[in-house]
């Protein structure tokens, strides 16, 4: 493979890793005998999630507490108190080695995890009237579960949950339209803490059981330079067409994506490739770090292997997890489609070239170079699609699959370089073993979030449910579209403070089921699973929305352009995903739901790509040329036509088994779009010459 020079802003590189390293859970750096504690412990949680997946049976109660007390003694040990000293008290700031304090804090954490199973019989007993050691151990829970998800999420969490926990008592004397009989604190702690109905619930189940062993098997391939490769791959597959960097970064995120749930650790994995790149190409910065914003934050989107949330979606509506990755297909793909088409418009206005073919890797020498990072991948894919194991099952033999192939790929190295063997085999072994750290300290944060969550999900199955829909059918007028006009918004307030996981369980527990019995109310049917991955898209979305949105800033920090802009235009290029939930919402086709024919299925995705590209073009204001401002609404009808045939199908008296017939008025609309700007596109072409 070719070197490829790349220019890289030291300082801005810097300052985007650091705030991936805060995002996998690497705060602390200690010193002596302490440097060893967080990767043991790490360690130990990494071996024991791949013992409960194989060989070691266990109550879901004890593998969620567990589970639990894993991620609070990591929180409370890597990340202190406060980011500065408070009057002169450095040890409450420490970053150099852990207090006593703060081993305190980890062991009552530990302990307050464990609870639930240290007396396990007794808890069962008597459920529903808890004594005062119960009461003591639950607060205590609560108190230092919200102050670990503070330490590593931050204020948002905590603070929306503590407002559940208040409202959960205070109730009573709320106003009309909100007031809730309350709670006492015996079944406050019941629910949250001795039950799985709270913080022990399905989200830090499927935490536990499921997404723990997807983050891992996605560090064993980012160590193994898996990540790398699938840049390189699509740089010498695509690097030589107009504007190529930008759609290779497309690429390489939606591949890398694979490998990491986190759109920030996508970013400073792809971006430092791809974001010089574009640059040198010709993009502005803000541009480049926006395109690899937007590629990056739909990694989390990609079938078939999807964000955490997703496989909490599989629980909550109660399929398996591959209908939900055939549910998010068409929307996913079509949405990385219409990404590579902005990118073809962006370098369309700036007249960009490609790279040349000696700027490039060699695609087949590339490919061959990591192909083997490919046996594991399928490996999963296999498992899960053909042989329709458990999502758990298939990880686990993907991380096996994953650890061979990691034990033999640097001593076959090293034999073909005629290098020593056994230094090799070493080097393979600590890889190994960072990887497993590497996925514990990446978990940190999911599992967090899951837990906190669950508090929410416990107050509202205190009896909340009904009231929220009420007040949110209030709030939306009886409205289906304004109900999820509200839902977005809300979704993308909150999660500017919140991961991804987070913001999904928050907004499925409080809107899902009222998207879907409001609904109901006024006879229109939406499927669940259109109502959970509605949630789940305007989450992701939150990610580069300004002005918090971290992803932003990683990128922005690599392409040394203002953080602000650069999410304003990352966000405009997300339009294009954004408008897909509203979308399959009304027509249910765009999930795949009751479609079970391959032909249907493709002519959907195509005409849903169609759609959606002239959606771009109308949000970009190019299509093969500037548009002029009575075209948008054109461009918009072909949208409408193109996504919601049902709809167009019902207005001209259609029946609705012809609705796709519908599809033929859309495309000659786009093409008589494209045959109007044809000659403006030439009386340019030749002025420039």
């Not at 109550?59 to 000293?85: C, E, G, Q, W």
């Not at 650790?265 to 490739?273: K, L, S």
């Not at 990446?442 to 929410?456: C, D, E, K």
């Amino acid at each position: 493979m070719k070197n490829i020079v790349i220019e890289k802003a030291d300082t801005g590189l810097a300052a985007a890793q650091k705030i991936a390293a805060a995002e996998e859970g690497i705060g602390r750096q200690p010193s002596g005998w302490q440097k060893y504690l967080i990767p043991t412990i790490a360690l130990c949680w990494s071996l024991f999630q791949l013992a409960i997946a194989k060989w070691v049976t266990l109550d879901s109660t004890y593998i969620r507490s567990i589970h639990l007390a894993f991620a609070m003694a990591l929180v409370f040990l890597n990340y202190p108190l406060l980011k500065k000293p408070l009057f002169g008290l450095k040890f409450l700031a420490e970053h150099r080695n852990i207090p006593i304090l703060d081993m305190l804090i980890a062991l009552s954490a530990v302990c307050a995890s464990l609870y639930i199973i240290l007396d396990y019989d007794g808890i069962i007993n008597r459920y529903g009237s808890p004594n005062t050691k119960d009461i003591i151990a639950g607060i205590v829970l609560v108190i230092l579960l919200l102050e670990a998800a503070r330490r590593t999420i931050g204020p948002a969490l905590p603070f929306i949950a503590s407002c559940f926990i208040g409202y959960a008592f205070l109730g009573p004397y709320m106003p009309d339209l909100i007031a809730f009989k309350g709670t006492s604190l015996n079944r406050f702690v019941g629910q949250m803490t001795m039950s799985t109905e709270g913080i022990y619930g399905i989200p830090l189940d499927v935490s536990a059981t499921i997404v723990f062993l997807f983050v891992l098997f996605g560090a064993m391939l980012d160590k193994a330079g898996a990540g790398n490769y699938f840049i390189q791959v699509a740089l010498s597959l695509l690097g030589r067409f107009k504007g190529g960097p930008a759609k290779a970064a497309i690429m390489g995120s939606g591949l890398t994506g694979l490998v990491s749930g986190s759109s920030i650790a996508n970013i400073v994995t792809t971006g430092t490739f791809t974001i010089p790149m574009m640059k040198k190409v010709g993009y502005p910065p803000t541009k480049a770090a926006a395109i690899e914003v937007a590629a990056s934050t739909d990694g989390q989107l990609a079938p078939p292997i999807m964000g955490a949330a997703a496989f909490i979606i599989a629980e909550y509506v109660n399929v398996p997890y591959v209908e939900v990755v055939k549910a998010a297909a068409i929307p996913a793909f079509a949405s990385y489609a219409a990404l590579f088409y902005i990118s073809h418009i962006e370098a369309s206005k700036l007249g960009l070239r490609g790279l040349s073919r000696k700027e490039l890797p060699q695609f087949v020498k590339t490919f061959l170079s990591g192909v083997h990072f490919l046996i594991p991948l399928s490996m999963l894919l296999y498992e899960l699609i053909i042989v329709r194991h458990s999502p758990e099952l298939a990880a686990f033999n993907a991380i096996w699959v994953m650890a061979v192939i990691m034990l033999f790929q640097y001593p076959i190295r090293a034999y073909n370089k005629k290098e020593p063997i056994l230094p090799a085999v070493k080097h393979a072994l600590l890889t190994i073993l960072a990887a497993l750290v590497s996925g514990a300290r990446n978990m940190v944060t999911v599992a967090l979030a899951t837990a906190s969550a669950g508090i929410i999900v416990g107050v509202v199955s205190l009896g909340l449910g009904g009231l929220i829909t009420e007040v949110i059918d209030v709030l939306a007028m009886g409205n289906v579209f304004l109900l999820l006009i509200i839902t977005a918004i809300t979704s993308l307030i909150i999660g500017m403070g919140l991961p991804t996981t987070a913001t999904y369980i928050v907004m499925a527990s409080l809107t899902a089921p009222a998207i879907v019995e409001i609904g109901g109310m006024h006879d229109f049917v939406v499927p669940l699973m259109s109502a959970h991955l509605f949630c789940f898209y305007f989450g992701i979305l939150a990610d580069d929305t300004p002005p918090v949105g971290l992803a932003a800033y990683a990128a922005a920090a690599i392409a040394k352009s203002p953080p602000i802009p650069t999410g304003l235009q990352a966000f405009m290029y997300d339009i294009r995903t954004a408008i897909l939930p509203f979308m399959f919402i009304f027509n249910s086709d765009l999930i795949l739901h009751n479609v079970q024919s391959w032909i249907q299925g493709i002519l959907i995705f195509v005409m849903t790509c169609f759609g959606n590209f002239a959606f771009a073009s109308a949000t970009q204001g190019w299509f093969i040329t500037k548009n002029r401002w009575y075209e948008i609404p054109f461009f918009l009808s072909v949208t409408l036509i193109l996504m919601r045939p049902d709809l167009i199908a019902q207005w001209l008296g259609i029946a609705h088994e012809q609705r796709y017939w519908t599809y033929c008025i859309g495309m000659i609309l786009f093409a008589g779009i494209y045959l109007f700007q044809l000659p403006r596109k030439k009386n340019i072409q030749m002025q420039s010459i």
